[in-house]
């Protein structure tokens, strides 16, 4: 169940294409020569792209007979890039979402419990993006490799208090709960199209995978479906 599912694939495809040939037709309405085969203008420039993605849902079974159902949701995130060629790009991303979940665990006498909450990722990685034409209209395979932050948002321990100095006010105080996290290098793959909307603007949509790797629970994966609106620039 680590892969994303034939519903919310078909549904994040229909949705990007729709955005895709949106932006699109008001390109050919503000440009006299687009054109999806018209050459590129990428090399040497520097790009910058805000994202959407979709995380599928996936089931995760750890070593303890515990288990996690994880729903899906939209994360969000940034990226900044560099085309060394028309074919080449390297991007650093970051990206961040709230997941909610549901898990089977056992409680300290041994006996099976079932909960839920939310937990909150943050991943930083570098993407490495090959294109197959240098076409202002292409498609293209990207591989992934980065870190992976987790906190889960269960209580790790009493509440603690930590005391600072403020130069106007003096000590000041606040409590905070510590919470159980983790983090681990993760990696991937997308595989989607782009298109470069005049000379400046860019839009991509991509669907792929994204693995974890774990002490406790192997090397689980999640379904991505991911839409980007970009800018180029030098």
Same mark, same amino acid.
């Given at each position: ?16 294409? *729709? ?12 440009? =006299?020569? $687009? ?6 203008? @990428?090399?040497?420039?520097?790009? %910058? ?14 070593? =303890? #007979? ?9 994360? !969000? ?14 991007? %650093?991303?970051?990206? !961040? ?9 056992? #409680? ?25 034409? $240098?076409? @202002?209209?292409? $498609? ?7 870190? &992976? ?9 009493? $509440? &603690? ?34 298109? =470069?909307?005049?000379?400046?603007? %860019? ?5 792929? &995978? &994204? ?14 479906? @991911?839409?980007? *609106? ?5």
């Amino acid at each position: 169940m680590h892969h994303l599912t034939k519903p919310a694939l078909t549904s994040y495809l229909v949705l990007s294409l *729709f955005c895709l040939g949106m932006l699109t037709g008001t390109a050919v309405a503000a440009d =006299d020569s $687009p054109s999806f085969s018209s050459p590129s203008n @990428r090399t040497d420039k520097w790009e %910058f792209s805000l994202i959407a993605q979709y995380i599928s849902s996936a089931s995760i079974s750890f070593n =303890d #007979d515990t288990s996690a159902d994880l729903n899906d949701t939209i994360g !969000w995130g940034f990226g900044v890039g560099y085309n060394f060629n028309e074919k080449m790009a390297l991007n %650093f991303n970051v990206n !961040w979402s709230n997941i909610s979940y549901n898990a089977n665990y056992f #409680d300290e006498n041994g006996a099976s419990k079932t909960g839920g909450g939310n937990l909150y990722g943050s991943n930083a990685n570098l993407a490495f993006t090959y294109n197959f034409m $240098p076409k @202002r209209f292409t $498609p293209f395979v990207t591989g992934v490799i980065g870190w &992976q932050y987790i906190d889960t948002d269960i209580a790790n321990g009493p $509440p &603690q208090n930590a005391c600072w100095y403020y130069p106007y006010y003096g000590y000041i105080c606040n409590g905070y709960q510590p919470t159980y996290s983790a983090d681990n290098y993760t990696y991937g793959w997308l595989g989607g199209v782009r298109f =470069d909307v005049g000379q400046a603007m %860019f839009i991509k949509a991509s669907v792929g &995978q &994204q693995y974890l790797n774990t002490d406790n629970a192997g090397t689980p994966a999640v379904g991505l479906g @991911r839409l980007e *609106f970009g800018w180029m620039f030098k």
